[in-house]
Nanobody, 124 residues
Framework: VQLVESGGGRVQAGGSLRLSCATSGRTWDTYALGWFRQVAGKEREFVAAVSWSVGDTYYADSVKGRFTISRDNAKNTVYLQMNSLKPEDTAVYYC??????????????????WGKGTLVSVSS
């Protein structure tokens, strides 16, 4: 199983980026997928999650209204559209997947699958 992130980069505050997570190696009908982010020296934090089969979405309060998570079932890809970016959004963003929505929402540890991350840098 592979989760491969792309779309990171440098952007000025107020700008937008779209991250992609291309998956392979299994189907996700009974899984939830999501995005986490991590700043050096800090714990990885939940950003957004989507239930693959139903499409329900969940967001951290810090990104609600600015970020949108979506999935393309045909392409086995998850996206994170990030608008109105702020310097505090700077982090490495990771794609993740687990059979438990609670795990993907960051309530518990033990994630089944992680990507390797993509760096997002927002300048003021």
């Amino acid at each position: 199983v592979q989760l491969v992130e792309s779309g990171g980069g440098r952007v000025q505050a107020g700008g937008s980026l779209r991250l992609s997570c291309a998956t392979s190696g299994r189907t996700w009908d009974t899984y939830a997928l999501g995005w986490f982010r991590q700043v050096a020296g800090k714990e990885r934090e939940f950003v957004a999650a989507v239930s693959w089969s139903v499409g329900d979405t969940y967001y951290a309060d810090s990104v609600k209204g600015r970020f949108t998570i979506s999935r393309d079932n045909a392409k086995n890809t998850v996206y994170l559209q990030m608008n109105s970016l702020k310097p505090e959004d700077t982090a490495v963003y990771y794609c993740a997947a687990d059979r438990s929505l609670a795990v993907v929402r960051g309530y518990f540890g033990g994630m089944d699958y992680w990507g390797k991350g993509t760096l997002v840098s927002v300048s003021s």
